[in-house]
């Protein structure tokens, strides 16, 4: 292994400020968090796990990192992750990803979609009502977590998102949120930091809402052509259902430009229906959307088609990483694994095999060589 490498690795972590009392710890700070990374790539899902196969791998380890005391015990582990500022750990993993990605340059603009999933382990009290909600940042085309920030119930999401858009580099991106985070101010923030939004409309702006829907209705009985809307339609068939999806888009007609002025930099209405049909049975929902991108159809398409992706990613958190059944909940030791597992899942698909998720950070346990080329490229 390249001594630049490990050196990278000390780089990007030299900003995690270490919070415990000096000469009282045993451990350093940057051999625990290495640690921490490797295990969860390998398949620990918490402190116990992350001892044990720090004791298996101890001697693969110290290749990269000094442990004058022995592999920790789960108790300073825990307490490490738990006292860690989480906006600096963010950081570091996210310089420590930066110096490994391999994405592509483009001139298209990147989605970032922003929702929000509650860790329901995390909860304290008998009732289980204070688990903590952690609101997230995915670009969804490169597979990676830009940013999160923990809140403690699902109705404070709207406040987070101010905070996770400070924490990124908006230029060059379209910021999709649903219904919850359509808000003036948040619209504000995106355009004042160089980017592009492109949010769901429901009825916390009613009438704008209803402005939105009569436009395309009125649309469709003049004609979708005949009054300048785009639109496009895609179908979909696999796993026993059929899907179809139809996507429309115009400029901001003259009848709602009042209600529109208070958005910022809007220049588009869109619509999207999806018809889905299994088991002989039929569902369908429509939704609509505010933008402030001119009306490209086949944007605006792949807009709200990957702002799903993140759902896609809560998935993985709960099926490959057991992220809902974890009863981690000291300090922000629930927001700090959180990310960790989401900068994992970066990693692995960084890796262009066909295994599965699953399968990778299995072979990651048993296979040391594959390790090494998740944490350090090559």
Same mark, same amino acid.
């Given at each position: ?10 780089? !990007? ?7 415990? &009392?000096? %000469? ?35 001697? $693969? ?34 310089? $420590?990803? /930066? ?6 340059? %483009? ?9 929000? *999933? ?5 909860? @304290?009290?008998?009732? *289980? ?17 830009? %940013? ?18 400070? +924490? ?7 910021? @999709?949120?649903?219904? +919850?985070?359509?808000? =003036? ?28 829907? *009569? ?24 796993? %026993? ?6 996507? !429309? ?17 809007? =220049? ?17 929902? @429509? ?8 009306? *490209?159809?086949?944007?605006? /398409? ?10 896609? +990613? ?5 099926? &490959? ?44 346990? $048993? ?7 998740? +944490?350090?490229?090559?």
């Amino acid at each position: 292994m390249a001594v630049d490498q490990v050196v990278s690795f000390e780089s !990007c972590f030299e900003i995690v400020s270490d919070p415990r &009392v000096q %000469g009282r710890s045993y451990h350093p700070l940057n051999s625990v968090l290495f640690l921490v990374v490797a295990a969860v790539i390998s398949g620990a899902d918490g402190p116990a796990e992350i001892e044990d196969f720090g004791k298996q791998r101890q001697d $693969w380890l110290e290749q990269f990192i000094d442990f004058p005391y022995g592999i920790p015990s789960h108790d300073p582990i825990g307490r490490i992750l738990s006292i860690v500022k989480p906006a600096e750990f963010q950081k570091a993993l996210l310089a $420590w990803l /930066s110096e490994l990605r391999r994405t592509p340059a %483009g001139d298209s603009p990147i989605v970032v979609p922003i929702d929000g *999933k509650t860790a329901r382990g995390s909860y @304290t009290d008998e009732k *289980k009502t204070n688990a903590i909600h952690i609101v997230s940042a995915w670009a969804t085309d490169h597979g990676i977590t830009l %940013g999160q920030v923990a809140v403690d119930a699902k109705s404070n999401e709207i406040t987070a998102v101010p905070q996770l858009l400070d +924490m990124m580099e908006l230029e060059g991106t379209i910021v @999709t949120l649903d219904a +919850m985070g359509c808000q =003036k101010a948040i619209a504000k923030k995106v355009v004042e930091g160089g980017g592009d939004y492109t949010f769901a409309i429901k009825d916390n702006h009613p009438k704008l809402a209803a402005a939105v829907e *009569k436009a395309f209705l009125d649309a469709y009985e003049e004609g979708l052509v005949e009054s300048g809307f785009r639109s496009k339609t895609v179908h979909e068939r696999g796993h %026993g259902r059929e899907e179809m999806r139809s996507y !429309c888009v115009t400029s901001v007609p003259e009848s709602m430009k009042a209600l529109a002025k208070a958005w910022p930099e809007i =220049k588009s209405i869109g619509q999207a229906i999806n018809v889905t049909t299994s088991g002989g049975k039929e569902t369908s929902e @429509t939704r609509y959307y505010i933008s402030s991108r001119a009306p *490209k159809v086949s944007e605006f /398409s792949q807009s709200v088609r990957k702002h799903w992706g993140i759902e896609s +990613m809560h998935w993985v958190l709960d099926v &490959v990483f057991g992220e809902d059944a974890s009863r981690i909940r000291t300090g922000h030791a629930v927001e700090n694994m959180s990310f960790t597992k989401k900068f994992v899942i970066s990693l692995l698909k960084q890796d262009t095999s066909k295994t599965s998720l699953k399968g990778k950070r299995k072979r990651a346990g $048993w296979n040391t060589d594959f390790l090494q080329k998740l +944490m350090f490229g090559g």
